[in-house]
């Protein structure tokens, strides 16, 4: 293979962009909306009827199903869906379930709590271990209980 010919297939490689790099895990899968705005639908098509509009970036969702440049989704409340793939990125987020939940400084029950997440509250996620997650709300980081939130 000449240089010319690595560089045309690095470059169309490139251009299939994040659905081809969806495609490539297994599913189910944790994913997460990267847009202020996007669209759930009864189906894998832009002709079909939404059945809910998102206006939370970041939102955690749990891919279930892969169809071409679509993916079937679940929602933090259980509600499936079609979303277009383009929507949807592998930042790894959750969102704060229950009541009020601490933050701690460690991975441990006895550790200090450095902050506290209300329900709803949607952060990234990082190092998950032990029951415990890194969970970093706009900078404020503490690790959380895994079963205190949904998306890891």
């Known amino acids: 293979m000449t ?24 599913v189910p899968y944790w994913a997460s909306i990267n847009v202020d705005e996007a669209r759930m639908r009864k189906g894998p098509s832009p002709d079909v009827p939404v059945i809910w509009e998102y206006r939370r970036k970041d939102l955690p969702v749990k891919v279930v199903a892969r169809f071409e440049t679509w993916r079937k989704i679940e929602d933090p409340d259980g ?9 949807l990125s592998r930042t790894r987020t959750a969102i704060v379930t229950g009541e009020v939940r601490p933050m701690r400084e460690d991975a441990s029950v006895s550790a200090a709590v450095a902050y506290r997440a209300q329900p709803g509250v949607v952060g990234r996620i990082t190092d998950c271990k032990n029951g415990w997650c890194l969970f970093d709300v706009k900078g404020r980081k503490g690790w959380i209980q895994t079963d205190h939130i949904w998306g890891d």
């Open 3 to 26: 240089s010319r010919h690595i560089l045309i297939a690095a470059a169309l490689m490139a251009s299939v962009g994040p659905a081809a790099a969806q495609s490539d895990v297994e």
């Open 79 to 87: 509600t499936q869906g079609w979303m277009a793939a383009r929507l």
